[in-house]
């Protein structure tokens, strides 16, 4: 039996992801900090869609958790096809006068768990010639975010290390998706402090769910890249073509809220 392993599945894009997953034929192991929350999520998923589904309590911010959760799969004979690196946070704050454990937290839990456990299971996938890897992203990995400075830089790292891993296993059976979307309704923008943004006082966003149906669409069709959304594709399609000046401060007062 294989699965497909998503973190941060307790909310947001993680949580739409494992229904998405779950609704198409996938058995399920999901991470995440609140193990009540993801009991519950669960339960509905085997009710709903008659799947077999594991749960993990994992702080992925820390190293450890990552090893731990792969000799869990590994314990258990867990076979898991697909990764699903959801698991993130942001902060609205100038970084001068933010909360380095907070900063400190993202880098952990945005790039160093990712690639972490992209190391730890890919030698299995490429062993069994499939699988694949999900890595969500977002539109802010196109350009530098004050405001959000470690959020934007870690979502570039997500990015640009996705597109180099899809171009390695080309031939592999493996493949690599990078999941781009815009401001979307999730929790994530409560723990970002990022009630008071332009991006979203100016925007209609979409749901976590129309994130994670796009996302899980690009991932079972092998692209690359998926940037969700017509505008957002305009926007990152013309990034390059715009004076780092002019991008700098435009997206300064959409994260600023002014």
């Known amino acids: 039996m294989a699965f497909t392993l998503i973190t941060g599945a307790s909310s947001g894009i993680g949580f739409e992801l494992s229904h998405q997953f779950a609704q198409n034929g996938h058995d399920l192991i999901l991470a995440a900090r609140s193990e009540e929350v993801l009991k519950d999520l669960a339960d509905t998923l085997r009710k709903k869609y008659s799947r077999t589904v594991h749960v993990v309590r994992a702080d992925l911010s820390q190293a450890?958790?990552?090893?731990?959760?792969?000799?869990?799969?590994?314990?258990?004979?867990?076979?898991?096809?697909?990764?699903?690196?959801?698991?993130?946070?942001?902060?609205?704050?100038?970084?001068?006068d933010s909360d380095w454990k907070k900063q400190e937290t993202m880098i952990h839990l945005n790039i160093e768990s990712l690639t972490r456990l992209s190391h730890l299971f890919l030698p299995d996938f490429i062993k069994r010639g499939r699988g694949g890897i999900l890595n969500v992203a977002s539109t802010a990995a196109f350009q530098p975010g004050p405001y959000m400075a470690v959020y934007y830089a870690s979502k570039s790292f997500v990015l640009s290390f996705s597109l180099a891993l899809s171009e390695e296993l080309k031939e592999t059976g493996v493949h690599v998706t990078a999941l781009c979307p815009g401001p979307t309704e999730s929790g994530f923008q409560k723990t970002a402090n990022m009630q008071k943004s332009l991006a979203f006082k100016l925007m209609k966003v979409p749901t976590s769910a129309d994130v994670a149906e796009y996302g899980y669409k690009a991932f079972k069709n092998k692209k690359p890249l998926a940037v969700h959304g017509s505008m957002n594709k305009v926007m990152t399609s013309t990034v390059g073509l715009l004076p780092n000046s002019f991008l700098l401060k435009v997206v300064k007062k959409l994260n600023a809220g002014r």
């Open 64 to 96: 450890k958790e990552c090893l731990k959760l792969y000799d869990y799969c590994q314990e258990n004979s867990l076979e898991v096809d697909n990764l699903v690196n959801n698991a993130g946070i942001g902060d609205v704050s100038a970084f001068a």
